[in-house]
């Protein structure tokens, strides 16, 4: 089990927990479940998205058209 979390930055800088949901292993299935739950609750396509090496969530980046991938490295 993993724990998946997401959050954003608003335009006026406060951080906000969007999802906070039990995986498996980080796998691409169980990002895609959360990032399609996120897409039904009328998130918008971020402009930038940043994790560590978790490649499930870099694989499910077909539900996120159109925006800049970065790898945290700390």
């Known amino acids: 089990m993993a724990c998946l979390v997401i959050t ?10 969007l999802a906070l949901e039990d995986g498996y292993r980080k796998s691409k299935e169980a990002w895609m479940t959360v990032l399609r739950d996120l897409k039904q609750r009328g998130l918008q396509a971020p402009k930038l998205s940043v994790a560590d090496g978790a490649l499930g969530f870099w694989a499910a980046d077909t539900l ?4 800049t991938f970065r790898r945290s490295l700390q």
């Not at 996120?64 to 925006?67: I, K, V």
Request: proline share 7%.
């Open 8 to 17: 954003g930055v608003r335009h006026d800088g406060v951080k906000e927990v």
């Open 64 to 67: 996120l058209p159109y925006h």
